[in-house]
């Protein structure tokens, strides 16, 4: 039976018990199931109802969500949004009726909620409004929509200098939280970008080479893993940072492991002595490779990663919110929540056993600040010497061009000159870029993570997307 036919037998029983079971009233109108709706169609921040806005802002609806941006200037506690919404159907904004052309406060999330006629539809949405840019905005609300992530965190730099930060949706889902440019979001394998300063800083000071070996006799590691023999004595800190050191990598070593055991176990049982590659030969990304860096750092260092990380990198710059993250106990008052997709667990990974490949989190604008002081720009001072620098941006394995170490470069389209570097756990995706020939940097954190065709090339060009944006400013 076609949808249309079904209709009219609906609204044909329909008349037949409203005229068999009461007398109809003079006074009241029947309304047709089909047309007694709770839809809104559209809403807007207009320039008629809102005469301090230049030119009006268009909502982005989708998932139970309107997302809106308005200039700074605007008064966003008195806002008077132009709704279109299904005939004789009523408006409530955070329970109350809303009456047409009265302002409102949207600096919170606001519950709209559209009532039917009838009162018996219904349908609710959550606004969630914003100062930005409307225009380049846009396209943040639609990634969000389109694969269902709550919460986003923009910041775009320009020649040292940040020129726009912005958080979009939801850090905290539950509590109504809207996201900022300074809560932390997990870094995902970002965090490698950070491991591979930390090697670079340790090289710098003298304590260690690119060409050192990591195992074996001689090994940087040995006095941790001794009596290590064959082809693993002949890993160096360069295979590991160019990803070619010829350990196993698929299943993937880190992740398929029983989260209990810790970081040593891991590379005992999972490394050492399941070497698949002579080591140089052939690149595959290799998460267990920067774990085996993150004990060189401890080893070299003479202390744990994180204290390494902040006190002798972080801290002469000055950046103090970069973090190994935790479980969601652990969570810190300004960090997000994690939701996972697809049946996956965002709590599901052990933080501080992955912290050197992917266990930092970190806010957009920490990011900024971090890539201004590894540019080898005169103006902010950096982290590492210049000559350290041009050394990890622009060492490019031989096994794959676009690796330098610890970083990709070399995109075949975006990011001319440009040093940069992704991330995906459960729950969360990141992608973030420094130093474009055009003086570009660029991060977008999600606390969120699809698994639908398509998604990690749309994270990429809505990252680039916004640095092109503001690239005149």
């Not at 969500?65 to 806002?79: E, G, R, W």
């Not at 941790?224 to 010829?246: A, D």
């Not at 995109?411 to 420094?434: C, D, E, R």
């Amino acid at each position: 039976m076609s949808r249309s036919l079904k209709s009219l037998l609906y609204v044909a029983l329909a008349g037949f018990v409203l005229i068999s079971c009461h007398k109809q009233e003079p006074d009241q109108v029947t309304v047709k199931p089909s047309e007694d709706k709770a839809l809104l169609t559209s809403m807007e921040f207009n320039t008629k109802m809102n005469p301090q806005m230049v030119s009006k802002s268009s909502c982005t609806k989708g998932n139970g969500y309107v997302y809106a941006s308005v200039p700074d200037y605007v008064d966003i506690t008195k806002l008077v949004p132009s709704m279109s919404i299904s005939e004789n159907a009523s408006v409530e904004l955070n329970g109350v009726k809303y009456e047409e052309g009265q302002p409102f406060d949207f600096s919170e999330p606001v519950k709209l909620k559209v009532i039917s006629g009838t009162g018996k539809n219904k349908s609710e949405y959550t606004v969630l409004v914003k100062y930005g840019d409307k225009d380049i905005d846009k396209k943040a609300y639609e990634f969000m929509i389109k694969y269902s992530i709550p919460g986003v965190s923009v910041s775009v730099m320009k020649d040292e200098r940040i020129v726009y930060a912005s958080g979009f949706g939801l850090a905290d889902v539950e509590h109504q939280v809207k996201v900022t440019p300074d809560h932390l979001f997990r870094l995902a394998s970002i965090s490698k970008t950070f491991t591979a300063v930390c090697i670079m800083k340790l090289i710098e000071d003298g304590k260690l080479s690119l060409d050192s070996h990591v195992f074996g006799a001689d090994g940087v590691l040995d006095s941790v893993f001794p009596g290590v023999t064959g082809q693993e004595t002949e890993v160096t800190v360069r295979n590991l940072l160019h990803h070619n050191s010829g350990f196993k990598t698929s299943p993937d070593p880190v992740f398929d492991y029983d989260s209990s055991i810790g970081t040593d176990e891991i590379i005992r049982r999972r490394a050492l002595g399941c070497m698949v590659e002579k080591p140089g030969v052939k690149y595959s990304y290799s998460n267990i490779g920067f774990l085996i860096l993150g004990r060189v750092v401890e080893v070299v260092s003479g202390k744990d990663y994180e204290s390494f990380l902040k006190e002798d990198v972080l801290a002469p710059a000055g950046i103090t919110d970069i973090h190994v993250g935790g479980n969601k106990q652990q969570r810190r008052p300004n960090e997000c929540i994690y939701y996972s997709q697809s049946g996956t667990n965002g709590y599901g990974n052990n933080m501080p056993v992955i912290k050197a490949l992917g266990g930092l989190i970190a806010s957009t604008n920490q990011l900024m600040d971090w890539l201004a002081h590894i540019d080898g720009k005169p103006g902010v001072p950096d982290i590492l010497k210049p000559e350290t620098l041009d050394v990890m941006y622009h060492t490019v394995a031989s096994t794959n061009s676009q690796r330098a170490l610890g970083w990709s470069v070399n995109h075949s389209i975006l990011f001319p000159g440009g040093h940069f570097h992704s991330g995906n756990l459960s729950g969360t995706a990141t992608y973030y870029v420094g130093g474009t020939t055009e003086g570009m940097s660029g991060a977008v954190l999600c606390n969120s993570r699809s698994y639908t065709s398509g998604f990690d090339t749309d994270l990429v060009l809505l990252t680039n997307d916004f640095t092109q944006y503001f690239k005149n400013y």
